[in-house]
């Protein structure tokens, strides 16, 4: 055989082969996981989730602007060959990598018990049960464990910066449920549409409901696809670094994370805080897009 169609043919042999022992992708159902706490037990329609595992893109890529049609989210990103089912239903695509999907739970599915696949082109990845609840409550945990809060002003809370009691603080939640008007399925609240008024939503330091008057707002944060945010005027009892949980109509987020509090309101000079531009965006899970990579 000539060299060239030798070379040829191992070539073709190579790419068949390429194809042939592609890894399907892997995952669990303890690696589905609330997007905001990183619960497996705080999954819920209207919820941004992330399924976590392997091989389940071929590269990273975010959801940009020019993605969304008509105020929904879109059920495929761009070249990245990615669909999530959530009882047979897409899911709406956030972001995704190799190795984590971020996604919106479809608002018209009911509680219960959901089977979720994705698939990466043709390659199916397991069938996996998981249980959604009827609200998903998570905040968002930082790698110190505590909760992402900022300022009214929109300065990030620190423990070199800590709030004071009786100060007013700003912390960004998922899994609250639909609006009022409801929105559809995978739709994007344009304005801060209002939490529908059947849901009761408290607050809880250290485990004590504060007074439902301290939560001055809740409303859906513009164009930021399943998040909320949260108004809430610390009382001027508020211990040292309480942990903060929120909940749903009776759905607790999970424990043990807290938020930076020190000193008493007789103290109001006590932290000097930066200066700083408040962030433009709230919805940042998972590694950074890349322009993802040609098939």
Request: charged letters at 10%; zero cysteines.
């Amino acid at each position: 055989m000539p060299a060239a169609l030798f070379a040829l043919a191992f070539l073709a042999a190579s790419v068949l082969t390429a194809q042939v022992t592609r890894v399907p992708p892997s995952y669990s159902a303890a690696t589905i996981v609330n997007a905001a706490s990183g619960d497996p037990n705080t999954l819920a329609p209207y919820t941004v989730i992330t399924i976590n595992g392997a091989n389940l893109a071929w590269s990273s890529y975010a959801m940009q602007p020019s993605d969304v049609r008509n105020s929904t989210v879109p059920i495929a990103l761009p070249n990245a060959g990615v669909h999530v089912y959530i009882r047979n239903e897409a899911a709406g695509i956030l972001r995704v990598s190799p190795t984590s999907i971020t996604v919106l739970v479809p608002g018209d599915l009911l509680p219960g018990s959901a089977i979720v696949q994705t698939v990466l082109d043709a390659l199916a990845g397991p069938q996996v049960l998981v249980n959604l609840q009827p609200f998903g409550p998570g905040l968002f945990v930082q790698n110190d464990g505590t909760i992402a809060v900022s300022t009214q002003a929109g300065v990030p809370v620190t423990p070199a910066a800590p709030l004071l009691p009786g100060e007013t603080m700003v912390v960004n939640a998922v899994g609250l449920g639909n609006a009022f008007p409801p929105l559809w399925s995978l739709e994007i609240a344009t304005a801060a549409n209002r939490l529908d008024p059947k849901t009761q939503v408290l607050v809880y330091l250290d485990d004590v409901p504060i007074d439902p008057g301290y939560v001055t707002g809740i409303a859906f944060v513009p164009n930021q696809p399943g998040i909320y945010q949260l108004t809430v005027q610390l009382p001027p009892n508020t211990p040292t670094d309480p942990e903060l949980r929120i909940s749903a109509n009776g759905i607790m987020s999970p424990a043990g994370f807290t938020i930076p509090v020190q000193g008493t309101l007789e103290q109001p000079s006590r932290v000097k805080r930066p200066v700083r531009e408040p962030a433009r965006r709230i919805l940042n899970i998972g590694p950074k897009p890349l322009k993802p990579a040609s098939q």
